[in-house]
């Protein structure tokens, strides 16, 4: 496991020469996901390229950024990737600067929501996943969101809980599909409260989904696509649903720390990260969704990936400011209806 | 012993340091975090805290479960220790074994264990559907009933072996000399049973309740956000409002729950001792 999870002093001090390490050392701040690819595809092929020493933290986005918060006026991460509102939350907090995209000879190939989602080159996507309802195709017919509350699937049906990633696009989803998609999602956290009862469970993970759905105690759930490869292995009739509102989902970005101590090296590293050959291995390995538009993979690969301009072009995904600004209110108007 | 109180100070002042490094400073900076309003002390935080419906439903249904699988434990905890300690030597330490196996588990697989027998077509629904008590599978997952089966399973190896060591100490011809003395085995229970043993009560009581309030993984893989508990709702103010005070208060009030209860449990013993 790729884990280095100690202070750049310690990894200086280790190094000895501080001053000479000092500039051949990057610490990047990501999350704990597939770290064994990561370090493959990515980490040990970028150590050779730069001469240098990757410094990787890992942990959850709360984690990461209470800790990138606490050491702003002296930051030890150059680099993170986080979710886009993560991000625009960074920003907003004065951890983050400006990415000076001239410096990125792979900026250009990028798809275009990929580019700058988050305006002033806050951040660039490095991937995006699509989100969705996956259901079993031999026992009932999704066309809509607002399918998911139909009679077949009463007691038979998971929904993310608002906590999670995947929560807020899917009620923003439900929203359109009853045809109120304000941004204070009222209307559809209403239109999930008149059915919980009929909800099994508001999910935490996604891995608590898969098992649901193979155990037969669930017919649908709205899931990301990054998922979706654990349910094309069930053995059921499964489907990924094409809702007439369209799909939603979500984009990971990287940010630079305001006061970056290696700026070079994290230039280096996110142009590395977004070339063309990485971006292939990585969606090769299903770790993540190209969002460079040069990457080509099989039909296979493509499967299990949100994959392809048009994909990519459809998501209607939520914005991070409206994402950050009514997280807190989403929250306490899911508990009064739902959680209790 | 010691040549002096010195010598026994400084033996303890490393693991004293210890201690207050890692565990008290830190946890002491977080609880404080509750009292702390616009840079003045007060209690307005807890107030506001318990306005909120959720965070009252939260409240109880975290103490009226802790409190039945602790009831639970203890009745079935009694029944199962007093067996085991009546048995020879060697079938005891085997039964001791089998108490003591499910603690070499993790609670994560134990608790999705539950997940496979009590789903839709998990074994208690077969069973159900296949004697004719019911047409369709009862649900059972993400219920109340679901945590409680899965908190009281977690914690009862517990109560059992403090209830076990509890009789293990109680004199050999107690009950039987209370029989004979024409006590009915309710009687046996509560007079002789109960006040000998209520030492192992007490321990195993608070490690039940006090476990089933801070568990953690149970009541969110069989309870999940249908049915919140204090602490998977501290996870959610954290890790979706990276909110540390409401965290911080939940946390106070989860320690001042365990630690009413451990007194609770202790002034009922010596209680029955006065009698």
Redesign the interface.
């Known amino acids: 496991m790729f884990k280095k999870l100690m202070a750049s002093g310690v990894a200086l001090a280790a190094l000895g020469g501080a001053a000479q390490a000092a500039d051949k050392t990057l610490v990047i701040s990501v999350y704990g996901f597939a770290q064994d690819a990561f370090k493959e595809i990515v980490y040990d092929p970028f150590e050779a390229q730069c001469g240098c020493e990757l410094v990787v933290e890992t942990g959850n986005s709360v984690e990461r950024l209470a800790k990138l918060e606490a050491r702003k006026d002296d930051p030890e991460i150059d680099m993170a990737v986080m979710s886009t509102h993560d991000a625009l939350s960074a920003s907003r907090k004065g951890i983050t600067q400006p990415i000076n995209v001239s410096r990125l000879s792979n900026y250009d190939k990028l798809y275009d929501i990929a580019k700058d989602p988050l305006g002033d080159n806050l951040a660039v996507g490095y991937t995006f996943y699509a989100t969705s309802i996956a259901y079993r195709a031999d026992e009932v017919t999704i066309e809509s969101w607002a399918d998911l509350f139909q009679d077949k699937l009463k007691g038979r049906v998971a929904f993310p809980n608002v906590s999670t990633n995947q929560g807020p696009p899917a009620l923003y989803m439900v929203g359109k599909a009853i045809g109120d998609d304000a941004a204070d999602l009222k209307a559809a956290i209403g239109e999930v409260a008149k059915n919980k009862d009929d909800i099994v469970t508001f999910y935490e993970r996604s891995s608590q989904v898969a098992q649901l759905m193979q155990q037969e105690e669930i017919l649908a759930a709205p899931i990301g696509r990054f998922a979706w490869g654990a349910y094309s292995k069930m053995g059921f009739d499964m489907a990924w649903a094409t809702p007439k509102e369209g799909q939603t989902g979500g984009m990971n970005v990287m940010i630079l720390t305001k006061g970056a101590k290696n700026e070079d090296l994290a230039y280096e590293f996110m142009d590395f990260w977004l070339s063309t050959d990485i971006q292939t291995k990585l969606a090769e390995a299903l770790v993540d969704s190209p969002a460079n538009a040069e990457v080509k993979v099989s039909d296979e690969i493509a499967e299990n990936l949100t994959y392809g301009a048009e994909t990519v072009e459809s998501l209607q995904l939520l914005d991070p400011a409206v994402i950050l600004d009514n997280r807190e209110s989403w929250l306490s108007e899911w508990n009064a209806q739902i959680g209790q | 012993m010691f040549h002096n109180r010195m010598e026994g100070l400084a033996l303890a002042l490393p693991a004293a340091v210890f201690a207050a490094i890692v565990f008290l400073v830190p946890v002491g900076i977080l609880l404080s975090e509750g009292f702390r309003a616009e840079g003045s002390w007060t209690l307005a935080s807890y107030a506001s805290f318990f306005e909120s419906?959720?965070n009252r439903?939260v409240f109880w249904r975290t103490l009226k479960l802790g409190a039945i699988v602790t009831a639970v434990s203890a009745v079935i905890g009694y029944a199962t220790a007093y067996s085991i300690v009546t048995l020879p030597p060697t079938a005891r330490g085997r039964m001791i074994g089998l108490v003591v196996m499910p603690l070499m588990i993790s609670p994560v697989a134990r608790t999705?264990a539950w997940?496979?027998i009590l789903?839709?077509?998990?074994f208690v629904n077969e069973t159900i559907v296949w004697l004719g008590l019911s047409d369709t599978p009862i649900?059972f997952?993400?219920t109340e009933t679901a945590v409680f089966i899965g908190l009281l399973q977690l914690f009862l190896p517990l109560m059992i072996l403090s209830l076990i060591s509890a009789l293990e100490n109680m004199p050999k011809d107690a009950v039987p000399a209370a029989r004979v003395l024409g006590a009915n085995w309710l009687q046996v229970f509560v007079k002789v049973i109960l006040p000998l043993t209520k030492e192992g009560l007490v321990i195993g009581g608070t490690l039940v309740f006090t476990g089933s309030l801070t568990a953690y993984i149970t009541p969110?893989?069989l309870g999940?956000?249908?049915v919140?508990m204090l602490e998977t709702l501290l996870y959610?103010r954290?890790?979706?409002?990276?909110d540390f005070a409401s965290a911080s208060i939940i946390a106070m009030i989860l320690m001042v729950m365990s630690f009413s209860a451990n007194l609770l449990l202790k002034r009922l013993a010596t209680a029955r001792n006065k009698r």
């Open positions: 419906e959720l439903t999705y997940i496979v789903g839709r077509t998990g649900r997952l993400f969110a893989i999940g956000s249908k919140l959610q954290v890790t979706v409002a990276n």
